[in-house]
């Protein structure tokens, strides 16, 4: 079990973090490791360089940082990669941020990820406090989950979410629109995980990390359009539901699952974000979208105190931007920032 930090409780401390816009900032995402074992076409390049571990924090230390943004008002953990679940023993970690979930001081403790390991961890994450997972999941072709992910095999994953599902996991997948690739696997998602119990939510690609010349374009499929091609088969009505996330959701009266839309490009989802992502490195990035961001390592390392950390993150969230900037058109083809998603985490 990884030994809790200190807690100060003075008010300085622990008053919340709010921007620039007044949006509360109570909302962190965590990527524990920049590696996974798959290679999705649209997140990685097939030759990924990772980072030497020694960059990488540990996690006790980890730990400590999350617990820092607890402290200031975070209400929501979400961990995530790259693949969180290959992480070397990534679940004391968990088991240990489950403390705050206990307490009452965290509302939910949660986790993306691709399914691989789920047949391994379900159970544990359960045991430890986690409620909710996504998995991320593209197709139910397997021939099309190898082209994806390279090298994934689709009942590996299949399996691991039925065994999310009987430990108790309440479950969303997450699939990438991908123009001319699953753009014809719409509505069996849909009609799978209505009859799996699963919410599904679309998202639009990102232009994040260099894939390929031309590749962006050739996958950008908006959700505006995906959105009208349900509409053929599924009603689909207005739900005001919220996870804490950017999705947009809509119910499928047909199998009274929700369905959501992650529309980074065609309509911008900034005015409400209170989440701010951190790598493994310690860097805190105040917008998934913008380069700018606040080195918390060094604090972190330097005293055992959290003071210098606590100031290092309030300076930081002085600097969270109102929006992101992402563009895919035949103008702006490469990427609109140089870290493939896989650094900031999903």
Request: neutral net charge; contains cysteine; charged residues 25%.
């Amino acid at each position: 079990m990884i030994d809790p930090v200190s807690e100060a409780q003075s008010p300085a401390a622990t008053a919340p973090l709010i921007d620039p816009f007044g949006r509360k900032v109570e909302y962190l995402r965590v990527s524990v490791t920049d590696r996974c074992d798959l290679r999705c076409v649209y997140c990685m390049a097939e030759d990924m360089s990772f980072l030497p571990k020694a960059e990488v924090l540990t996690l006790e230390e980890l730990d400590r940082l999350c617990s820092a943004f607890v402290k200031l008002g975070t209400r929501k953990l979400r961990l995530t990669g790259g693949e969180p679940l290959v992480r070397r023993d990534v679940m004391r970690l968990i088991r240990s941020l489950g403390r705050h979930i206990q307490s009452g001081d965290l509302d939910e403790l949660t986790l993306t990820t691709n399914g691989t390991m789920l047949f391994k961890h379900a159970a544990g994450l359960y045991e430890a406090g986690v409620r909710r997972i996504n998995v991320s999941l593209d197709t139910l072709d397997p021939h099309k989950f190898q082209a994806i992910t390279r090298w994934g095999k689709l009942d590996k994953i299949l399996g691991g979410i039925q065994a999310a599902k009987d430990a108790g996991l309440k479950i969303k997948i997450n699939t990438v629109a991908l123009k001319g690739v699953n753009d014809d696997e719409v509505h069996r998602l849909v009609a799978w995980c209505g009859e799996q119990g699963f919410d599904l939510t679309f998202i639009e690609v990102m232009p994040m990390g260099d894939i390929g010349e031309g590749a962006r374009m050739d996958q950008y499929w908006p959700l505006t359009m995906l959105k009208a091609e349900l509409q053929k088969r599924w009603t689909l009505t207005e739900s005001d539901h919220r996870t804490g996330g950017p999705a947009r959701y809509v119910r499928v009266e047909e199998t009274g699952q929700r369905v959501g839309f992650i529309t980074p490009l065609t309509h911008n989802f900034c005015e409400s974000c209170n989440r701010v992502r951190l790598t493994c490195t310690g860097t805190l990035y105040m917008c998934l979208g913008q380069e700018d961001a606040a080195d918390l390592r060094t604090p972190l390392r330097i005293s055992d105190e959290d003071g210098p950390l606590i100031d290092a993150v309030r300076e930081a969230i002085t600097r969270k931007p109102k929006g992101h900037d992402f563009i895919i058109d035949r103008r702006h083809q490469g990427p609109a920032v140089g870290r493939h998603m896989s650094v900031t985490g999903g």
